[in-house]
């Protein structure tokens, strides 16, 4: 009667969990392109964007690579679980109320796992081999420096370290639409950026002239030439000069080896983020223990930068 009692409860728990995983996304995962069907260890695509072995073509031709077929990046797919010892008469509490705080804590840990896995996959180096001989690091050009004074507004103001500006947003459309990559209002178009809050700040405070350069009008009066502002952010997200700002805790962000914060920037299939398999989860009981069991949330994974073009960062003073 206990083991089937147990094995009951174990059923219960992977339904609802599987379900409130998929009620809601972790950071950024709207933001990326999702592969499911990652076969074996490794998810295999073709080099694509500007590298020095592609080469572009006249008017009316297909590009092709200047190098072997079997030139490829991989998404090699990591193992990732969250164990969370607990007691039976915790477990009877959760199953029977699936917003109970140690359902939300294994969700929560779950998500936490793939957003660190999609931020890290964005600087990695990637391998570019099917040997895996030689890897390729993220594109020089492709970085606005924590101190670019570059832009319209002079925003560094002779300053070596600054924050997030309006200048190092236009260097990024700058850089894209030199690499003549489409970008729009569509889903698949927009630039999309992670910052944190202090970035917030940051761009908030920026001026140009005499004048503030608000990022939130709570009357969404025009501001400047620029349109409209924000007008709030929901969930962690909002949508302000052609950006898709995902609000992300600052102990997701990379740093640079001057402390620096690297903000990614990116179009939605720049970028991919593989799951090899569905959500798994269980209810361990625990050896030579009565009633302590472990829930255990498991997710295999990965993520690649896939298109040169479409992957940017701007560093930002901390």
């Given at each position: 009667m206990a083991n089937t009692q147990f094995e009951a409860y174990q059923r219960q728990f992977d339904s609802t969990l599987?379900?409130?995983?998929?009620?809601?996304?972790?950071?950024?995962?709207?933001?990326?392109?999702?592969?499911?069907?990652?076969?074996?260890?490794?998810?295999?695509?073709?080099?694509?964007?500007?590298?020095?072995?592609?080469?572009?073509?006249?008017?009316?031709?297909?590009?092709?690579?200047?190098?072997?077929?079997?030139?490829?990046?991989?998404?090699?797919?990591?193992?990732?679980?969250?164990?969370?010892?607990?007691?039976?008469?915790?477990?009877?509490?959760?199953v029977n109320n699936p917003q109970d705080d140690l359902y939300q804590e294994c969700v929560n840990a779950l998500?936490?796992?793939?957003?660190?896995?999609?931020?890290?996959?964005?600087?990695?180096?990637?391998?570019?081999?099917?040997?895996?001989?030689?890897?390729?690091?993220?594109?020089?050009?492709?970085?606005?420096?924590?101190?670019?004074?570059?832009?319209?507004?002079?925003?560094?103001?002779g300053a070596a370290n600054v924050g997030l500006n309006i200048d190092k947003l236009l260097r990024v459309k700058s850089l894209v639409s030199t690499a003549k990559v489409r970008v729009n209002t569509t889903a698949m178009n927009t630039l999309n950026i992670a910052v944190c809050e202090d970035d917030i700040q940051d761009l908030m405070s920026t001026k140009y002239g005499t004048d503030q350069y608000p990022l939130v009008d709570k009357l969404n009066t025009l501001v400047g030439s620029f349109g409209k502002a924000a007008e709030q952010i929901i969930d962690g997200k909002f949508y302000w000069q052609g950006f898709h700002f995902h609000v992300v805790p600052p102990q997701y962000f990379e740093l640079d080896g001057s402390g620096h914060r690297r903000l990614p920037v990116w179009i939605k299939d720049g970028f991919v983020y593989g799951q090899r398999t569905a959500i798994e989860s269980e209810i361990v009981k625990l050896p030579n223990t009565v009633e302590s069991t472990k829930i255990q949330v498991l997710t295999r994974h990965g993520s690649l930068r896939k298109h040169d073009s479409k992957v940017y960062e701007i560093k930002v003073n901390v």
């Open positions: 599987t379900h409130l995983a998929e009620m809601d996304t972790p950071f950024l995962m709207d933001g990326v392109v999702i592969d499911t069907d990652i076969e074996g260890q490794t998810k295999v695509f073709k080099r694509i964007g500007t590298l020095t072995g592609q080469r572009k073509t006249g008017r009316n031709e297909v590009a092709v690579l200047q190098e072997p077929d079997y030139s490829a990046r991989h998404l090699v797919t990591n193992t990732d679980y969250v164990a969370t010892p607990i007691d039976m008469d915790d477990v009877i509490k959760m998500y936490e796992l793939q957003t660190k896995e999609v931020m890290k996959g964005f600087f990695a180096d990637v391998i570019v081999t099917e040997a895996g001989g030689s890897t390729s690091s993220f594109a020089a050009g492709n970085q606005v420096a924590v101190n670019y004074n570059g832009g319209p507004f002079g925003q560094n103001s």
